[in-house]
Each structure stands twice: as structure tokens, then as C-alpha cells.
């Protein structure tokens, strides 16, 4: 039995347009799963290949797959669709699958397309192969959990509790050059070292998709994998893609020791929470190789912090920046404009608290509601969204207006945040010698782009 898995092409995104493309991590972990299993199993990623719809229609006719799975997020559902609604035509006795974040909590809206089969709920590895295996033998299935169809959903599976037994994601089947950052090819690669989130952030779908409770992988286990891109794919740079790589310090501890007693040589940056960071943890990441870290501010007002249920303090985030400083290390601060109760008072004290803070970069998004969070269901429930078009979803389009902003408020808001704090002369020396000349090129994208 063949299978076909595709990533759908983007479209416009925060990560679009700051020229980030990066590999598929989940579709490549279902391949690795189903090439072990032994499945005859082909990616294709119409994303990072900027595929046109003709040309995606030739590869998955050349193929003849019997089984087709998509992958899609909320931005890039319609895209999804339309691949599903084509491969259906060029293959119609293949079953078509989807998967993904936005699949697992819409599956009874997706389900009501005709060209749409199964959607696989969760974590799709052991599900996606049991489901081919059933299909490939004729079998029954109403007996693979963590399924839905057209008559009947299946029990949940039960999550991956060993991690480490999973293969490394199939990056050989994925079109790695050409993976980007600001539109350039960089030696970057991409890992995830845990699953789950036992934080419960409104706007945030990860603890309902992979559970509270973590699970990671050991020391051993994710440096073998940074061994693996550095000599199969010459990674010079390591973005590890976890919702908190600094969960549990002790761990982060043991992977940079790890780290230097393989004398392995690239840097590194990753995500972190404001409150799991010290100065004696940050130092000993950047004497590991790390040189940026990803926080997420979200807002400068308490008040708003404590509704999103990001249980941290104005004063953990300053804390934590001025640590990450003196660690040498750069700054990525992300914040959410117009969550509700958001105000222009507010959004103006937030865009002014990110430049106070002195971070190397910042990232301005529109606060968005994606199914699955407790921030969709109260925006929903408070008839509080105003575009239901889901490919309007990229945190980059407002689609909910606040107390006393509307749509083309928020987003002029969005803009002034992206230039008070980017077209800073002092700012601009001080990150040219940092970064080099990289850095007016990221000034020039997120000023145009916004």
C-alpha cells in the first residue's frame, strides 16, 4: 500500500512573512513511523516547494498513492481542502486522511466534505500506521482509536509516552534545501525534545492536542539527533521548536552537558517561559551554543496577562530579559494585540514596555482564536469574531475587534508597533553589529509585509 502525505502550500502567515519556512516535524514523524512499519510512504511539501496546484496535481497522479494524508493548521485549512478536493479527483478510490491541529478539533465540520474520509485526532504517528495496516488487510475501522469518520468516531489513543522510541522524524524524504529564514537558505536545523504542556494559556492549543502532562526525550536521545543534522545536513544552527525547551532546567542542564562532552560546534536558540529561566541556567546554555531565545511577553498589563492564564508577572519578563542579556544571548519578544479586554491604552503601553525591554527582535501578532483554546470558545461564546474566514487566521489580520478598537484599528496598532520599535537609529547600529547586515533585511521585510 502506498501513501502519500502532503503539507498543503502556505498561505500569507506570521512565519510567511518573515521568510520562515521550516520542515514539516509531524508528517515527517508519521513517514519515519510508517517506513519502519514498513509502508511504502512518499512526502510532499507543497509549501516549502512554493508548488503550484497543476504541478501538485502531476506528483500525486505520477504516485498513485492508495492512501493520502494532509496536514493543516487553521491558515492553511482552505489550502488543505482544496489539495483533499483535487486528490480525490485524480485518485478517487484513495482514502483521504487529514490530520493536524485544526482537523482534530473541527473534524465534524471537515467530515461534511465529500472528498474528506477520515481525520486522525491527536497525535498521529501509531494511529496513521494502524489505520493503513487495517485498510491494507480489509479490516475493521472501528477499531483504531483516535480516528473519526463519517458514522462514528473511535475512543482516543492513548499519547506516546516514550518519546525516545519514536525514529527520527524522515527528513530524507523531505526537499531539505530548501527550508528557510528571511528568505535565505541557511544550514538550520529543527527538533522537538518533548511533548505536552502542563500550562493551560488561553489563545495556546498544544495541552488540548498533546496533553498536560510532558514527556520527554533524554539528553542522549535529542543530541543524537543534533549529531544527525550536523552530519547528514551540515546544520550549523539547531532551532529547538518545543512550546517551553526550558520546562524542566535540570533536563536543559543535561542536554548542554551533553552537548560539550560530544565537542559539538553550532548554536542554537529555542523557547522559553519568563519564569523557568535563571542566571546560572543561561549561562550554562550559552556556554552549550545558544545564542537566542523566544519569550512571549503577550502584554504589559497584568491585568490581561491574568486572563490569558499566562500565570507569570510584568516583573518576571523584565527580570528575565535583563538575564538573558547579560548572558549574551538574543531576544526574540512575542506579544498578542487585542485579547480580550485589550484597550489602545493598553496596546500602546505594551509596544512600549517590548522597546524598554530591549529585546533583539520583537514580533507584533493580532491576538487570533484558533479552535481547540479557551480563547476561541469564550470568543465564540461572546459573539466576539468577526471573520470567519479561516485563512484570515495568520496573526497577522485582525479578526476580533476590542472594547475600543476595531479591525483597522488593531491592525494600523500592529504596524506602529512593528516601526517604533525597528526603525530606531540606535537600535539599528547596535544590531548591525550583532547580526550583521541580516538585520536590515529583516527590518525591511517586517516593514513592508505588516
Known sequence: MKVLLINPPYVNSKYK???????????????????????????????????????????????????????????????????????????????????????TFTYTELLKNDFIDIVI??????????????????????????IACKDFTTPPRDIIKDIDSLPFPARHLLPMDEYKVLNIKLPTGTLISGRGCPFNCSFCASSAMHGRKMRFRSAQNIVDEIEHLISDYDAEMIAFMDDTFTLRPERVIEICDEIKKRDLDFFWGCTARVDTVSKSLLKKMREAGCITIFYGVESADQQLLDGMN????????????????????????????????????????????VKDLDASYAIFSLATPYPGTAFYNEARANDLIKVNDWSKYTLLSPVLETVDCSLEELKKLQKKGFRKFYLRPGYILRQLRMDGFIILKTIAVMIKEV
Open 121 to 146: 485526532l491527536g497525535e498521529g504517528e501509531y494511529t496513521m500506521l494502524e489505520l493503513v495496516k487495517t485498510l491494507e488487510k480489509g479490516g475493521d475501522l472501528k477499531e483504531v482509536k483516535g
Open 310 to 353: 499566562k500565570k507569570i508577572s510584568v516583573d518576571k519578563i523584565r527580570n528575565a530579559f535583563k538575564l538573558t542579556k547579560e548572558a549574551d544571548m538574543r531576544t526574540i519578544a512575542s506579544v498578542a494585540i487585542g485579547m480580550p479586554g485589550d484597550t489602545k491604552e493598553n496596546i500602546e503601553k505594551t509596544i512600549n514596555f
Open 17 to 103: 512573512f518573515i521568510g520562515l519556512v521550516a520542515p514539516p516535524l509531524g508528517i515527517a514523524y508519521i513517514a519515519a513511523v510508517l517506513e519502519e512499519g514498513g509502508v511504502d510512504v512518499k512526502i510532499i511539501d507543497a509549501a516549502a516547494l512554493e508548488m503550484e496546484w497543476d504541478t501538485l496535481k502531476k506528483e500525486i497522479e505520477n504516485y498513485s498513492p492508495d492512501v493520502v494524508a494532509i496536514t493543516a493548521l487553521t491558515p492553511t485549512i482552505n489550502k488543505a481542502l482544496k489539495t483533499a478536493k483535487i486528490t480525490k479527483k485524480t485518485c478517487p478510490n484513495a482514502n483521504i486522511v487529514m490530520g493536524g491541529y485544526h482537523p
